[in-house]
């Protein structure tokens, strides 16, 4: 099962990982999809089943009121269609579970009373809860087999009278179950007694027996082929005749009352965070093992990637089990979260090793492409633990020497960014690859701590430019001749902080006036002095936007997989917060340490704004949230972070489906607040009727709500006492430090656009947004040389640029890998397998925004793409599509 929130690459990485062991294993390619226990379901899944070979899916947990409507119009069996694809190229058929649960009790009929009845694993003997109804089973013999199979039969009728065909699905099973060859011959034991007198009588006109899904959607395609189930006036699909097609997702998910499982889109946020960094370093990870691969011209050099692929199917594995419908969503006990950790921490550790070592081989540091000593990298983040924010690893920068900083970009068009490493010392310059000077900056870290904001350490900017899907080398060099050191940035502070020492080398000042700015040459960023927070935004064509930014905390009675507010969410900043205000010509920061009415607050936060000219980073606003939600004193809160425009969006927003689409999401009064949040794995945007856009971008899946006409609120952590009644057994307690980060993104449309509260249909991202998503969940890696090396020393330039020319800026490579290293031998003759996997992904996007996304992007959708030409120094000898998976 997997989380029906989380990046469509998770889920085809995960699917084709499965469906190549399955085929490995036991020759066995699935047609069939069944998740019974998502919390909700999202179209992308049946577009990428689709796209993977698939035929059916069945799906269970649905909103009950839903499931009701859709009964009552005979309509639980359709195809399901994108809201985009006019041409019905990825209809897939779907057959929905029409009651509370998928246990037995809830799947032969309406009436669980009866149908416990027949759950024979219930009888006495075995360890299996007792039917709650006080009726329990009892062994079928001839006496009373008549009775009990007319019983059943009965519930079997009633419940075919909310499908069309004659055909009926009765799953028997439940979690944990069939453990015992005991236990399973009950079940058939029983049941066969009683379809033997079903289908021995012919006046009930009724079969019945043992079958696979497969064997179901296969019969109920004949019968769909014999009879026209269609409904006069229906919009069918010619995928299967007789059925609707429906479009759009199934989110919020409630299966009672008010019961919405909008917490689990939040619960265990640090780990979701976790989840999508391993993803994006599995990705560049089996990029470079290609590049390895593609460019080793004999078996010595296969040595390298052969040593580390099976720690990328571990990866892939691991990665692919927090994927599970209890993992990435958070609602798993602690121990297993425990488990999933380590897993991930595992595989994390084991990729930067592989990838230091490979750019070296790919930069030309190694002639062998060999693994028996030391990387000469590290990586620039480290994480000591599991459950540990990653930190950055210090240059140490000692007089007369450099240390290379390595970056690898893994996008698919050349990056030009403004790029930050942490230095032991502020007097130091940045060099490129071919030793000229590069501008730089320097400025103080800083950190979650209101005694020590100062770290001591430093952080170095500079403009680095790396070409698409390569490495670039720069160096951080301390007496360098020629070179101007990096400016240092000014810095400003509130009242409480100035009375202290100025750090050397930076100039001090105090913030005077109740508000302070931040400009850049797109933007004027206006914050509120007293509490730290930012108010207003003035654009360079003169228009203004109001961002009131709010951080606030719901008191909730809910659990792991509820959001349960007791009323609306609280402000919690106080005035007379810590303030810190770092300008320079590369990147300006504000940082707030705000006061509220607890000892340590729960939040602190930093405001980026960038100056790398004609960059995706100089459009937007960098707002990292540092989270501690620990102790008592947040027992049952939930945090948020609200951002009050002027946006007219009459209270609907957009949020995306797995990265992949987006969905139009209104705020209805009808149902609580709880059922108006919605899922948001990367992406959530307000439109007003002008086309005036407010966009924000996420580095993890999280949930949002547009709940006020202008209004957008995210939650970024949750800590709940009570477990909530839906099989947890516990509470959410484990709360980890952790760092949130969005980017902000203002846009105006520059032609005419549908007004997005007529419009029922979903918006697209601009170009520009797309390029903004990209960069924030696919970074840069960056390694740094372990050793210093003396100035003097000669080197030479380290690049390593492998395609021909950026692709074009709205195309995607989801993966470029080797699906079968163990088989991509020099010396084998006969290939089994294809060499090498690229897998492409064309966004859709907004053409009444800036098609330029006001960058240096030119090509777009009507560009065409030859893959035989695409790469330099790689041979292209034959290619052919295939399926996703």
């Known amino acids: 099962m997997k989380d029906e929130v989380e990046f469509p690459i998770y889920l085809q990485m995960q699917i084709t990982e499965g469906n190549m062991w399955l085929n490995d294993t036991i020759g066995f390619v699935p047609k069939n999809s069944w998740a019974i226990d998502p919390f909700g379901y999202s179209p992308t899944m049946a577009y990428l089943f689709r796209r993977m070979g698939f035929e059916n899916m069945l799906i269970q947990r649905t909103h009950y009121k839903l499931k009701k409507e859709l009964a009552w119009n005979k309509n639980l069996e359709y195809v399901w269609r994108q809201s985009w694809d006019a041409n019905e190229t990825t209809d897939i058929f779907v057959h929905m579970m029409p009651f509370y649960s998928y246990d037995i009790p809830h799947t032969c009929g309406p009436e669980p009373a009866i149908c416990c009845q027949f759950d024979f694993a219930r009888s006495h003997g075995f360890s299996y809860e007792l039917c709650p109804w006080g009726q329990y089973p009892v062994e079928t013999n001839p006496e009373n087999v008549q009775e009990r199979a007319l019983k059943l039969l009965d519930q079997y009728r009633k419940k075919s009278t909310l499908y069309r065909t004659n055909t009926l699905l009765v799953p028997l099973g439940d979690d944990f179950r069939y453990v015992t060859a005991d236990e399973a011959e009950a079940q058939f034991r029983n049941y066969q007694m009683i379809f033997d007198y079903i ?60 019961d919405y499982w909008s917490g689990y889109y939040v619960s265990r946020p640090f780990f979701k965070a976790v989840d999508r960094v391993l993803e994006q370093t599995l990705r560049a990870s089996e990029m470079l093992m290609a590049f390895l691969l593609g460019h080793c011209q004999r078996p010595q050099c296969e040595k390298l990637p052969m040593r580390y692929a099976y720690k990328l199917t571990a990866a892939r594995r691991n990665l692919a089990l927090f994927q599970h419908h209890d993992g990435v969503t958070g609602t798993a006990k602690d121990h297993v979260v425990l488990d999933y950790g380590t897993r991930m921490h595992t595989s994390l550790q084991d990729l930067q090793i592989f990838m230091s070592k490979a750019i070296e081989v790919l930069l030309g540091f190694r002639q062998e492409k060999y693994d028996q000593t030391p990387a000469l990298f590290d990586p620039e983040q480290v994480r000591s633990k599991y459950d540990a924010l990653p930190m950055h690893r210090a240059i140490s920068a000692r007089k007369g020497t450099v240390q290379s900083v390595v970056l690898f970009n893994p996008l698919e068009q050349t990056r030009e960014e403004v790029v930050m490493v942490v230095v032991s010392r502020p007097d130091v310059s940045v060099l490129d690859s071919n030793w000229t000077c590069v501008q730089s900056q320097v400025s103080p870290e800083l950190q979650h701590d209101e005694s020590k904001i100062f770290t001591g350490r430093h952080r170095i900017h500079w403009k680095a430019s790396i070409p698409a899907m390569g490495l670039q080398t720069y160096y951080i060099a301390n007496g360098f001749a020629g070179c101007e050191k990096a400016k240092p940035a000014k810095l400003k502070f509130s009242s409480k902080l100035s009375s202290g020492p100025c750090l050397a080398p930076y100039a001090c000042s105090k913030v005077e006036g109740d508000t302070v700015e931040i400009v850049n040459r797109h933007q004027v960023l206006t914050f509120d002095v007293k509490h730290g927070l930012l108010q207003k935004v003035i654009h360079k064509n003169g228009l203004q936007n109001v961002v009131v930014e709010e951080i606030a905390l719901y008191s909730s009675s809910g659990g792991a997989y509820l959001f349960l507010p007791d009323g609306d969410a609280q402000p919690i900043i106080k005035s007379g917060g810590n303030l810190v205000i770092s300008e320079g010509p590369l990147m300006q920061e504000v940082y707030s340490y705000p006061k509220t009415s607890w000892e340590k607050t729960p939040v602190s936060h930093s405001t980026r704004i960038y100056n790398g000219g004609n960059t995706v980073q100089d459009f937007l606003i960098e707002k990292e949230y540092h989270v501690e939600l620990l102790g008592k004193d947040f027992n049952d809160r939930e945090l948020i972070v609200r951002y009050k425009t002027d946006t007219n969006n009459k209270r609907i927003f957009y949020s995306d489906l797995n990265g992949f689409q987006m969905s139009r999401r209104e705020t209805y009064d009808k149902i609580p607040l709880q059922g108006n949040y919605y899922p948001m794995p990367s992406l959530a945007f307000m439109q007003g009727s002008n086309g005036q856009r407010f966009s924000v971008h996420s580095r993890q899946a999280l949930g949002a709500a547009s709940l006020k006409e202008g209004w957008l609120e995210i939650m970024l952590d949750r800590r709940l006492v009570r477990d909530d009644g839906r099989g947890l057994g516990q509470g959410v307690m484990d709360n980890r430090v952790m760092n949130v980060v969005f980017h902000i993104l203002m846009e105006s449309n520059i032609s005419s656009t549908s007004d997005p509260v007529s419009n029922p249909l979903p918006l697209s991202p601009s170009l520009l947004s797309h390029r903004v998503n990209a960069q924030l969940n696919y970074p840069l890696h960056a390694f740094i040389a372990k050793k210093p090396q003396e100035i003097s020393a000669p080197t030479h330039s380290r690049s390593f640029s492998p395609l021909a020319a950026p692709l074009p800026c709205d195309l995607h490579i989801v993966s470029f890998k080797v699906p079968r290293p163990s088989k991509y031998s020099q010396q084998q003759q006969q290939l089994v397998d294809p060499r090498l996997v690229l897998m492409l992904h064309r966004r859709n996007w907004d053409s009444s925004y800036c098609k330029k996304a006001r960058s240096q992007c030119t090509a777009v959708a009507d560009e065409s793409v030859n893959l035989f030409n695409m790469f330099k120094d790689l041979t292209v000898l034959n290619a052919r599509a295939t399926s996703l998976n």
């Open 199 to 258: 289908n021995s009588t012919p006046s009930l006109n009724a079969e019945a027996k043992f079958g696979t899904l497969d064997d179901y959607f296969q019969t109920l395609r004949e019968e769909a082929d014999r009879i026209n189930y269609s409904v006069p006036r229906e919009i069918g699909s010619g995928q299967i005749s007789g059925f609707p097609s429906l479009s759009g997702d199934f989110f919020t998910y409630a299966d009672r009352q008010k």
